[in-house]
């Protein structure tokens, strides 16, 4: 399948989330041109739940945190919950000769931004405080229960050559929006040292939806928009040479003052050229 194809299959299933937006009146009304189009606003959207997970590879109990967020997958769906692992703070580890750590700087600025005091916390759609595990399915469960106005549709495709990747995020607003759109790139399946509950070290965890980078800068781009707007943003990114390609995805939001509004999360296509 060429990209062309790849970019209209990923649009095509926007359609279903657009309502009749445009009015006719009768064409004795009277009624000037420019006052027979009437805006209706698009319907609501499901809301996606993003899960700021603040962890760490010495954390006794982030392990315990991790759970959780299987459990809370388990619940709602993957589409609906998507975790970002953010190791940060002093109980993570950056690499150093054969220790894999996982450990950013970026992550370190969160965490420091957000007042991260000890791990395992959580930022459920940004709104509120930042919360303990035994709060998260509470706040979870109230955060799904509110549609969204804003609706994502994200696409991404690699140039597996050149290691370049470019993205494609489609937002169509229900409302006004002033805020941002970030772009992060996380990974699964990362094989690494882990402080367990019971404090013994197990070097073979496996790490899921690891926070590596963010793509558009640490608080992303400045987003405003009107309602009715349907916009078509690109985003491009290096891919570091250690990361696996088939275990990279692409996590997409937008948010203001008054937390997440919506956010989406796609894994990564390789280009394949046609002949």
């Keep these: 399948m060429t990209t062309a194809s790849l970019r209209s299959a990923g649009y095509a299933s926007l359609a279903v989330l657009l309502s009749c937006f445009v009015l006719f009146c009768a064409s004795c009304s009277g009624i000037a041109e420019d006052e027979r189009l009437i805006f209706v606003k698009p319907a609501q959207s499901a809301r996606a739940v993003l899960i700021e997970d603040f962890t760490g590879q010495r954390c006794i109990n982030c392990p315990n945190a991790a759970l959780e967020i299987e459990k809370l997958k388990e619940q709602y769906g993957a589409d609906t919950i998507i975790a970002v692992g953010i190791h940060s703070g002093p ?5 150093r000769g054969a220790v894999l750590g996982l450990r950013t700087e970026e992550g370190d600025a969160y965490y420091e931004h957000w007042g991260i005091q ?8 940004r709104r509120g405080n930042i919360s303990t595990v035994d ?6 469960r109230e955060a799904v229960q509110q549609p969204s ?3 994502l549709s994200l696409l991404s ?4 050559e050149t290691r370049q990747l470019e993205i494609t995020l489609q937002v169509i607003n229900g409302t006004d929006i002033d805020g941002h759109v970030q772009v992060w790139i996380t990974e699964d399946d990362i094989t690494a040292l882990q402080m367990m509950p019971d404090g013994t070290a197990n070097p073979d965890y496996v790490h899921q939806h690891v926070f590596r980078k963010s793509v558009n800068g ?14 078509d943003l690109s985003f491009f990114c290096s891919l570091d040479e250690d990361w696996n390609i088939e275990n990279l995805n692409v996590v997409a939001f937008i948010y203001t003052n008054e937390g997440v509004q919506q956010v989406t999360e796609c894994s990564i296509d390789v280009l394949v050229d046609s002949f």
């Design 135 to 140: 709060q998260w399915p509470t706040l979870v």
């Design 149 to 151: 106005d804003v609706a």
């Design 157 to 160: 495709f690699l140039d597996e």
């Design 118 to 125: 000890q791990e395992p916390m959580g930022y459920i759609n």
């Design 91 to 95: 109980l993570a580890v950056f690499s």
């Design 218 to 231: 640490l608080w992303g781009d400045v987003y405003q928009a009107a309602a009715g707007d349907i916009d």
